[in-house]
């Protein structure tokens, strides 16, 4: 199995929080940088031709910002120059602010099945703290549009004066308006955007208290029937995100477009993140990935640990023993005693214990440290 990812790097205004790829004085080159990502694709038609890929995913930025049509092209561009699987899953990310019936009514007729919708929370006063464009009733509008569709919805903890009880409305917004994936997110004040200054004032909540959001979240989520399958992502029966299992399972996917990255043949690599050397490049004939690395020995079994370790399914003995030819219990007893009481340990996998799921990458970390 392989995914294909593109991502549309414009957006109305930027976020407080945002630190993507993302633009939002660019709009007018939205039908230049399509043709350069429609003209990417056709570069890497040959080199791809032996891969099946059963997932596209359509991110940004805000994919919902542009025309429809162009999104329309895309799909069709996908599938001109890939073998898509039957049934495979495309996913359209969607800002409530930018969305209509007819952008919604030509998505599902070029093939899209998948929506994964920005709430963030449902409570308005915190969406403009975030310097989001929508409020929650433009988010009930667009969730009436995908009524009966296969949706997720996002939601952020650990926003200034959120309280958990602003957080199981978002939830329960999101699940009465029919989401059958909900990814509850921390969010990650990074260094330069203008958040950060909230952080350094003492003004988000402290690490215990997003810990207690995120408990409490994980609970209603579980009361609803969304069960917790990776982290930050809970899923209706059914509904897990393939494309991103994918990544998780460390499978192959081929980016397209500023900021992607790709993991095809053992090789992770890198496009660009500057939009003017993006059109330069696709316009002279040349790809555009600025990095590129060989993953080999330890690396490949490191990246297949930390990544299973962050699913609930956790590392399959047999699937490991299958790949790397050893017992994993075997191979890593020394480890086991560090890190141990925060695993589940079974006859057939190696997970994190619900409990410590939240804080899973302290714990990889110490597992994957000599
Ligand atoms: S909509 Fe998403 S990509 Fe755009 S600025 Fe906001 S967080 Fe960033």
Same mark, same amino acid.
């Given at each position: 199995?392989?995914?294909?990812?593109?991502?549309?790097?414009?957006?109305? /205004?930027?976020?407080?929080?945002?630190?993507?790829? /993302?633009?939002?004085?660019?709009?007018?080159?939205?039908?230049?940088?399509?043709?350069?990502?429609?003209?990417?694709?056709?570069?890497?038609?040959?080199?791809?031709?032996?891969?099946?890929?059963?997932?596209?995913?359509?991110?940004?930025?805000?994919?919902?910002?542009?025309?429809?049509?162009?999104?329309?092209?895309?799909?069709?561009?996908?599938?001109?120059?890939?073998?898509?699987?039957?049934?495979?899953?495309?996913?359209?990310?969607?800002?409530?602010?930018?969305? /209509?019936?007819?952008?919604?009514?030509?998505?599902?007729?070029?093939?899209?099945?998948?929506?994964?919708?920005?709430?963030?929370?449902?409570?308005?006063?915190?969406?403009?703290?975030?310097?989001?464009?929508?409020?929650?009733?433009?988010?009930?509008?667009?969730?009436?549009?995908?009524?009966?569709?296969?949706?997720?919805?996002?939601?952020?903890?650990?926003?200034?004066?959120?309280? #958990?009880?602003?957080?199981?409305?978002?939830?329960?917004?999101?699940?009465?308006?029919?989401?059958?994936?909900?990814?509850? *997110?921390?969010?990650?004040?990074?260094? =330069?955007?203008?958040?950060?200054?909230? *952080?350094?004032? =003492?003004?988000?909540?402290?690490?215990?208290?997003?810990?207690?959001?995120?408990?409490?979240?994980?609970?209603?989520?579980?009361?609803?029937?969304?069960?917790?399958?990776?982290?930050?992502?809970?899923?209706?029966?059914?509904?897990?995100?393939?494309?991103?299992?994918?990544?998780?399972?460390?499978?192959?996917?081929?980016?397209?477009?500023?900021?992607? /990255?790709?993991?095809?043949?053992?090789?992770?690599?890198?496009?660009?993140?500057?939009?003017?050397? *993006?059109?330069?490049? #696709?316009?002279?004939?040349?790809?555009?990935?600025?990095?590129?690395?060989?993953?080999?020995?330890?690396?490949?079994?490191?990246?297949?640990?930390?990544?299973?370790?962050?699913?609930?399914?956790?590392?399959?003995?047999?699937?490991?023993?299958?790949?790397?030819?050893?017992?994993?219990?075997?191979?890593?007893?020394?480890?086991?005693?560090?890190?141990? #009481?925060?695993?589940?340990?079974?006859?057939?996998?190696?997970?994190?214990?619900?409990?410590?799921?939240?804080?899973?990458?302290?714990?990889?970390?110490?597992?994957?440290?000599?």
């Amino acid at each position: 199995m392989a995914g294909i990812y593109v991502h549309i790097p414009f957006c109305k /205004s930027k976020c407080r929080y945002c630190d993507f790829t /993302s633009f939002p004085d660019k709009l007018c080159l939205a039908e230049s940088y399509m043709a350069c990502v429609y003209r990417e694709m056709a570069m890497r038609k040959s080199e791809l031709e032996s891969k099946t890929f059963d997932t596209l995913y359509i991110g940004g930025g805000t994919p919902s910002v542009i025309d429809e049509q162009y999104i329309a092209m895309l799909v069709a561009a996908a599938k001109r120059n890939f073998r898509l699987s039957e049934g495979a899953e495309i996913t359209v990310e969607i800002n409530p602010g930018t969305i /209509s019936q007819k952008k919604v009514d030509l998505y599902k007729k070029c093939g899209i099945n998948r929506f994964s919708v920005g709430l963030q929370t449902a409570v308005d006063s915190q969406l403009r703290d975030l310097g989001r464009i929508h409020t929650l009733n433009e988010f009930i509008t667009c969730a009436r549009l995908l009524k009966g569709e296969n949706f997720s919805v996002d939601v952020m903890i650990g926003l200034k004066g959120q309280t #958990i009880d602003d957080i199981l409305k978002t939830i329960d917004v999101a699940a009465a308006f029919g989401a059958s994936h909900i990814s509850m *997110y921390a969010l990650s004040p990074e260094d =330069g955007t203008p958040i950060y200054t909230d *952080y350094l004032n =003492g003004e988000l909540p402290d690490s215990d208290e997003v810990a207690q959001m995120y408990a409490a979240g994980c609970e209603k989520l579980k009361s609803l029937g969304f069960e917790r399958y990776e982290v930050s992502n809970f899923a209706k029966d059914g509904k897990r995100s393939r494309h991103n299992l994918n990544y998780w399972k460390r499978g192959e996917y081929i980016g397209f477009g500023v900021s992607a /990255s790709s993991f095809i043949n053992g090789v992770r690599f890198t496009d660009t993140f500057d939009l003017d050397e *993006y059109f330069k490049c #696709i316009l002279s004939g040349a790809l555009p990935v600025i990095s590129s690395e060989k993953i080999a020995g330890d690396d490949i079994k490191d990246e297949y640990i930390m990544l299973a370790l962050r699913t609930s399914d956790g590392i399959e003995r047999a699937e490991y023993k299958a790949l790397f030819g050893k017992d994993f219990c075997d191979e890593f007893s020394a480890q086991l005693q560090k890190v141990g #009481i925060y695993l589940d340990i079974s006859a057939d996998r190696i997970r994190i214990k619900d409990q410590y799921l939240f804080v899973q990458n302290s714990i990889i970390v110490e597992f994957l440290s000599k």
